[in-house]
């Protein structure tokens, strides 16, 4: 099962807001709601930003948005702090089989 | 609070076998699904297996199906991954994942454990 398409790198001044893409198919992104987000600090391990495409879990900052139109699903951040660096990820269920399938990451730098 | 602990990582040579370990605490263990994802140097995620929570169900990545089998004892609140037949390209960060839900699969992770496959 291929990758999801996220892009390689996104960039954003503190306060402004920058929308991270993740791109799959009618068989894994386009097929639920099972959608998730995760951010990743160098040497620490993944931690779970949204769920069930657009689901913030308990104690993730409302600056962190997820929506889905289609194939793609998509995370936003709204007022860019420099704690919000990182690597981010998405991730979808794989349609019908229990597979899951990773985006390959988007380097977030605060400018 | 969800705690969970690898360990099992080091250096092994091509071909050969390790097992690693995940502890968990803090949680009804027993009642949740896991899943191990892996995550190569300086690359992405890569999820690697899945064991339902009385183990009726395991599913694996392509990329290590044959090789690896995931177990889990929930007497000891611990998940295992054997890892059989190792290859170059399974040298990564070994992270245990919890899943509340089906909808939400990798809500507690590890620290991880490093496997490196060299000779």
């Known amino acids: 099962q291929s990758a999801l398409t996220q892009p390689a790198s996104v960039s954003g001044s503190p306060g402004q807001s920058i929308t991270i893409s993740c791109s799959g198919t009618?068989?894994?992104?386009?097929?639920?709601?099972?959608v998730s987000w995760y951010q990743q600090h160098p040497g620490k391990a993944p931690k779970l930003m949204i769920y069930?495409?657009?689901k913030r879990p308990s104690g993730v900052s409302d600056r962190f948005s997820g929506s889905k139109s289609g194939n793609t699903a998509s995370l936003t951040i709204y007022g860019l702090q420099a704690e919000d660096e990182g690597d981010y990820y998405c991730?979808?269920?794989?349609?019908?089989?229990?597979?899951?399938?990773f985006g390959g990451g988007t380097k977030l730098t605060v400018l | 609070q969800v705690q969970l602990v690898e360990s099992g990582g080091g250096v092994v040579q091509p071909g050969g076998s390790l097992r690693l370990s995940c502890a968990a605490s803090?949680?009804?263990?027993?009642?949740?699904?896991m899943h191990w994802v892996r995550q190569a140097p300086g690359k992405g995620l890569e999820w690697v297996a899945f064991?339902?929570?009385?183990?009726?169900?395991?599913f694996y990545a392509d990329s290590v199906k044959g090789r690896f089998t995931i177990s889990r004892d929930n007497s000891k609140n611990t998940l295992y991954l054997q890892m059989n037949s190792l290859r170059d390209e399974d040298t990564a960060v070994y992270y245990c994942?919890?899943?509340?839900?089906?909808?939400?699969?990798?809500?507690?992770w590890g620290q991880g454990t490093l496997v490196t496959v060299s000779s």
């Open positions: 069930e495409v657009g």
């Open positions: 994942a919890k899943e509340t839900s089906g909808s939400n699969p990798f809500d507690s």
């Open positions: 991730c979808s269920h794989g349609g019908s089989t229990r597979h899951w399938v």
């Open positions: 064991i339902h929570y009385d183990e009726v169900q395991n």
């Open positions: 009618r068989s894994d992104v386009g097929d639920s709601n099972v």
């Open positions: 803090g949680i009804a263990f027993s009642t949740y699904a």
